[in-house]
């Protein structure tokens, strides 16, 4: 069964400090990943995907992320956060069939102070 | 506005009693997904179905059942309500097309079980 690890649940950063939440998963074959981003009192929206290709994927807001298939490693980056990033982030695994039932982390709670 | 609808928002129930969760989707999306989101556990899966007239149990199905009405609806039941399910429940839904697995999620329903 496929698992997603978010190894950091609580972050707090300063404005235009740099950014990086890791996410590891496991499973052996084909994957989709996604990081979503939980705004307070919102639902999930997608920031960014990765099937194929280029391992490092832009999202929107300045997000990206890095697919490094040796480590089952995608994590999450920002150059510069602002207060407006604060949120809940997910990362979350897809098993690439037909049904991409998806299986997200536990979360990390980031805090952007002003 | 295309979406994701759930309906009610919020919902207090006593232990024993049942409700249905409602989603409606306006995207002609072909998956559907029901998940509940727990603190520190991040989301699971309760059902999803796959297409119209299919339903699958997820990770975390008893207790609960669902109905996928037409393409556009798919319901969630709790038929004797536990203080297990306080949660906030999430309705999500993906079309399916070759190089698009993302999920669109509704804005959620904040249950409570006492």
């Known amino acids: 069964a496929q698992s997603v690890s978010q190894h950091n649940h609580h972050v707090i950063l300063s404005e235009a400090a740099s950014l990086e939440l890791g996410c590891n998963y496991s499973?052996?074959?084909?994957?989709?990943l996604f990081w979503y981003v939980q705004y307070p009192g919102q639902h999930l929206q997608l920031l960014l995907k990765y099937f194929s290709g280029d391992p490092l994927v832009k999202g929107i807001k300045g997000f990206e992320a890095e697919f490094i298939k040796s480590k089952f490693s995608f994590n999450l980056r920002k150059p510069s956060v602002q207060w407006s990033d604060t949120a809940e982030y997910f990362c979350a695994v897809g098993d690439g069939t037909g049904f991409q039932k998806l299986v997200f982390g536990t979360g990390t709670r980031l805090l952007v102070s002003p | 506005n295309a979406g994701v609808t759930q309906t009610p928002k919020f919902q207090v129930l006593k232990t024993g009693q049942s409700m249905t969760l409602q989603c409606a989707q306006d995207?002609?999306?072909?998956?559907m997904y029901w998940y509940r989101q727990d603190p520190g556990m991040g989301l699971r899966l309760i059902y999803y179905s796959a297409s119209e007239g299919t339903t699958d149990k997820g990770e975390v199905p008893n207790g609960y059942n669902v109905s996928r009405l037409n393409k556009r609806e798919f319901s969630l039941r709790l038929e004797s309500a536990a203080p297990s399910q306080t949660s906030v429940y999430f309705c999500?839904?993906?079309?399916?097309?070759?190089?698009?697995?993302?999920?669109?999620f509704g804005s959620g329903t904040r249950l409570t079980v006492v």
């Open positions: 999500a839904s993906r079309d399916g097309f070759p190089g698009d697995y993302g999920y669109t």
């Open positions: 499973y052996g074959g084909t994957v989709n």
């Open positions: 995207m002609n999306h072909n998956s």
